[in-house]
């Protein structure tokens, strides 16, 4: 009985942006084919909860490990103040399972093997170094050609904040990039889409180190689809 | 009550430990991986490998020995082979159950040895006999700590059987003994669960009863075990408000006998243990919150510690409802009233899910079965 992919490979985030834009960063960054999402092919089972809090839940986490024939499980959750305080909650709901996790958490994303064989992998976003959150990475996606315009949209979003607007301070990236994606043609896309029409950049180097944290916790190499020859 | 369980060389388990069970046990997992071989082991403990006993569960597994002998008299002997890891039956094969129940060990071992016992006879009726030395017999121990140990032997015929009908316990080896019903996945209310029925009609359980058949039909009034010329051995009548003549049982559908045999079963395991194999059978989905709940109430308020197996989704989403959801940090569900395991192939330990851990994975699509 061959298990499917997706009840092997379990991703748990905070909400439905990560849900979306993750498959399609790597979709479109690592040419991994994601699959038929109506019918359940994908290679991995992504589980949403209602943010941060949620998501370091214990009885969530564990529910999910224990997970029949599961393989690997990965977290992603944003750093927000501290990248350091962020991986100690982590680490501390990990540790009983998987006993070796080391203190600080690795700038590449941490993916780590127990005893039993299971695979568990976290990611700080944006970078398991700086403050912020998956909007933080994905501002870093937006091309070169478009910079002067995101320039006026941190200015537009400052000026907002003083009227005031009432955006959370600790949401600044998310109110940034939608003010940026407010004037893109067509204006107001949704993140995911942005990145599967390759408006924000998921070629760009600085997405590489997630997309090539999510393969090797998943192990996708073979789903890599090759590049067409020139 | 049972929190620990350990279960050596019994059918499939080479060896599997069951921890933090509570009042209400659930238990999934794949076919063929021992989720029903766990209530028979459990159930062996705690009727002490009592022939009866094991006879209500090998027999439905097809594990007894048909024969005729004597011209044409009929023999049914327990194919007892089939307790042991592998099948193997000879001198030395052993199975073990054991667990912490109230904080104190109980266990039951189960040997099987070769030659003289001053205490087995030969076998009446033994189609083949062997000379008393190649003879095997069976050594049940039981253990309960804070109670006498004792032992028992009996026969095992030339075709490896052993006979249910074997003599009651001593009263002083009866006390190893606890209440307690087997309800197989196929059973339902028929004349066999009839013969408890003297000893909860007219009682506080026949309510108990009439509520749990309610759960599928609200119009129920009462219900009455009768006999009389066309029904000599006895038939289940139901009153609806509705009707003024009573109607068979029956009349109500295959998922109502099965309720009624379930409700009977758990109102007779006071201070004891109630196994039902696939609960959910004959059930539609949208009762089986209130028939887990039923089911709580009234082991809670008899004392009967249950164990239950299903393979279905919403079987788990029922129970998750009853659940009580918290955000306790503890993983093993230390006070929790119901728990869930998963029994698996070659994993010597079972998976536990806490209450909480129930109500999360079923709110939120994540697999525990």
Same mark, same amino acid.
């Given at each position: 009985m061959t298990v499917p992919r997706c009840d092997r490979n379990l991703l748990l985030v905070e909400g439905n942006d990560e849900r979306f834009t993750i498959p399609e960063l790597v979709e479109k960054a690592a040419l991994v084919a994601w699959g038929d999402r109506e019918r359940k092919q994908h290679p991995v089972e992504i589980f949403t909860c209602g943010g941060d809090k949620e998501v370091l839940k214990r009885k969530r986490i564990n529910a999910l490990l224990k997970t029949p024939n599961l393989e690997a499980l990965g977290i992603v959750v944003d750093a927000n103040g501290s990248v350091t305080n962020r991986w100690q909650q982590v680490r501390d709901r990990l540790l009983a399972r998987f006993p070796t996790l080391p203190e600080a958490m690795p700038a590449a994303g941490l993916i780590e093997t127990n005893d039993a064989g299971l695979r568990i992998g976290a990611?700080? /976003?944006? $970078?398991?170094?700086?403050?912020? /959150?998956?909007?933080?990475?994905?501002? $870093?996606?937006?091309?070169? $050609?478009q910079i002067p315009v995101f320039e006026h949209a941190k200015q537009a979003t400052a000026l907002a904040k003083t009227i005031p607007a009432p955006f959370a301070d600790a949401h600044l990236p998310k109110a940034q990039i939608h003010s940026w994606l407010a004037w893109q043609d067509p204006p107001g896309r949704q993140l995911h889409e942005a990145i599967a029409h390759q408006v924000l950049d998921p070629s760009s180097p600085l997405a590489a180190p997630f997309v090539e944290w999510f393969i090797r916790l998943f192990e996708l190499d073979d789903l890599r689809r090759p590049v067409a020859a020139p | 009550m049972i929190k620990t369980l350990n279960i050596t060389n019994f059918r499939c388990f080479r060896s599997l430990a069951v921890r933090n069970l509570t009042r209400v046990n659930l238990l999934v997992g794949q076919n063929n991986h021992g989720k029903t071989s766990v209530l028979e082991a459990i159930y062996t403990l705690v009727r002490c490998a009592d022939a009866l006993a094991l006879d209500r569960f090998m027999s439905r597994r097809e594990e007894t020995l048909q024969f005729t002998s004597s011209g044409s008299v009929h023999f049914h002997e327990l194919d007892i082979r089939r307790l042991f890891l592998g099948h193997v039956l000879r001198?030395?094969? !052993?199975? !073990? %159950?054991s667990a912490t129940d109230l904080g104190r060990e109980r266990a039951i071992e189960v040997r099987v040895m070769r030659g003289q016992s001053s205490t087995v006879s030969e076998m009446p009726n033994d189609p083949s006999p062997r000379s008393p030395a190649d003879a095997l017999w069976m050594r049940i121990d039981s253990r309960w700590s804070g109670k006498k140990p004792w032992h028992r032997d009996l026969p095992i015929s030339s075709l490896g059987g052993v006979n249910p009908l074997t003599t009651s316990l001593p009263e002083h080896k009866r006390e190893h003994l606890s209440a307690a019903a087997f309800v197989s996945s196929d059973d339902s209310a028929s004349t066999a669960t009839a013969e408890y029925w003297s000893e909860i009609a007219l009682t506080e359980n026949e309510k108990r009863v009439e509520d749990c058949l309610r759960i599928i039909e609200p119009s129920l009034q009462r219900i009455a075990f009768v006999q009389d010329r066309t029904h000599e051995s006895g038939i289940f009548r139901v009153k609806l408000t509705d009707q003024v003549q009573p109607v068979p049982l029956g009349s109500m559908? #295959?998922?109502?006998? =099965?309720? @009624? #045999?379930? #409700?009977?079963? @758990? %109102?007779? !395991? =006071?201070?004891g243990f109630l196994f039902v194999d696939e609960i959910d059978t004959g059930l539609h989905h949208s009762i089986l919150d209130d028939v887990w709940k039923f089911v709580i109430d009234v082991a809670e308020q008899l004392n009967v510690q249950v164990f239950a197996t299903t393979h279905s989704l919403d079987c788990v989403r029922g129970l998750a409802r009853i659940c009580n959801d918290s955000d306790s940090d503890s993983d093993n569900g230390e006070n929790d009233r119901i728990s869930m395991h998963r029994i698996e192939r070659g994993n010597s330990e079972s998976i536990h899910y806490s209450e909480a851990q129930i109500v999360i994975a079923a709110s939120e699509g994540i697999e525990t079965r």
């Open positions: 990611w700080i /976003m944006p $970078d398991n170094q700086r403050e912020g /959150m998956l909007e933080t990475l994905l501002c $870093d996606l937006i091309r070169a $050609d | 001198e030395g094969s !052993s199975f !073990s %159950v559908g #295959a998922g109502t006998s =099965r309720l @009624l #045999a379930l #409700a009977i079963a @758990l %109102v007779e !395991s =006071r201070n």
